[in-house]
C-alpha cells in the first residue's frame, strides 16, 4: 500500500504523514494503554478489517511507532506494543480527547459502538493535576464487567486496566451512566451525588473523587447553536 504524503517539510505535516490515515491514530489509543494482540485490537476497533488492520500494524512497526513483544505468563502469546517514539504521542491524543469532549462528542449516535475501556483515557484526558497536590490515592473503576484503576501522585494519574490491590476507593456503574458522563448529561459528581455510581472506601478519597476528574462541558462549535443552547439554560 503506497503511503500518501503532503510532501511539505513542516513538523505538523511530516506528523500528519506518519500518523493521519483513518484508524492509525485509533491504533494508537488502543496500544496507549498497554500491548494489545491482534484479535484485541480487532475487538476493540469494529469496522476495521483484518487486511487493513495488518496494513496498519505493519505501517506503525515501519515506522518506528509499534513493535511486536510477547506477553508474559500465563499469555505467552504474541502482541503489538508502542515504542518511545509511539509513546510520546499520548500528550497529543489526550489533547484530543479534551477537544472531542468539548466540541464533537456529543450524543451517541444509532450505531456507534461503545467501549467502556475507552474510558481509561478518557478519565487521563480529564484529570486535573493541581487539586491532586500532594495527594496519593487509588481509584477502582468498574463498568459492567470491566475493571481499571486510577493511581494519583501529588499532581500525576497512571491508570492501568484491571483491579487495584488496594483502593482507597472503588466506583461502580453502569455503561449507560458512563455514557451520560462522557455526553455531558451528568457528570462525576451528579452520578456519586445521585447514585448512579455506587461508591465505597475512604469518605476522603470519595469526597475528592469528582474534583480530580473533571469531563469538560460540551460546547457547540457554531455561534447559532451556542445562542440556542443560551436560550434554553435561560428558560
Known amino acids: 500500500m503506497e503511503q500518501r504524503t503532503y510532501n511539505q517539510y513542516c513538523a505538523t505535516a511530516r506528523t500528519l504523514d506518519l500518523v493521519g490515515e483513518r484508524w492509525t491514530l485509533l491504533l494508537i489509543r488502543e496500544l496507549l494503554t498497554g500491548p494489545k494482540r491482534f484479535g484485541d485490537l480487532q475487538a476493540s476497533l469494529r469496522g476495521l478489517g483484518t487486511g487493513l488492520l495488518a496494513a496498519r500494524l505493519k505501517h506503525l512497526e515501519r515506522e518506528g511507532l509499534a513493535r511486536k513483544v510477547t506477553l508474559p505468563p500465563p499469555a505467552r502469546t504474541s502482541a503489538y506494543a508502542l515504542t518511545e517514539a509511539g509513546e510520546e504521542l499520548g500528550p497529543a491524543v489526550l489533547a484530543l480527547a479534551r477537544w472531542g469532549m468539548r466540541w464533537a462528542l456529543g450524543e451517541r449516535r444509532e450505531g456507534e459502538t ?40 501529588d499532581g500525576a494519574v497512571h491508570l492501568v486496566h484491571g483491579p487495584a490491590q488496594r483502593p482507597d476507593a472503588s466506583i461502580a456503574m453502569s455503561e449507560d451512566v458512563l455514557i451520560a458522563m462522557a455526553s455531558g448529561r451528568s457528570s462525576m459528581r451528579a452520578a456519586v451525588e445521585d447514585g448512579g455510581a455506587a461508591v465505597s472506601g475512604d469518605p476522603d478519597a470519595v469526597r475528592r473523587l469528582p474534583d480530580l476528574f473533571h469531563i469538560p462541558v460540551p460546547r457547540s462549535r457554531t455561534p447559532e447553536q451556542a445562542a440556542q443552547e443560551a436560550e434554553q439554560a435561560e428558560e
Open 114 to 153: 461503545f467501549h467502556p475501556g475507552w474510558a481509561v483515557l478518557g478519565m487521563e484526558a480529564c484529570f486535573v493535576p493541581e487539586a491532586s497536590a500532594g495527594l496519593r490515592l487509588v481509584y477502582e473503576f468498574r463498568v459492567d464487567d470491566e475493571v481499571f484503576h486510577a493511581e494519583v501522585d
